[in-house]
């Protein structure tokens, strides 16, 4: 889980906004339910925070 987890992050931090959270999953072969249970898991983590200016409901941190 945690390569899609890293795949997930590299592929938001690319998308910049431009995308919404679930075509960003996936474009790498992930299935809505996996998509969200990596976004739960990251944001319990703190690696991501929600967002709402944007396309895409989510961003990276910084951790």
Known sequence: MEDKNSAYLADIQCN?????ETVVGESIGLAEPEIEQIIKGLLKEGRIEHQSFEICSYRLTGR
């Open 16 to 20: 910049n906004g431009q995308q919404d």
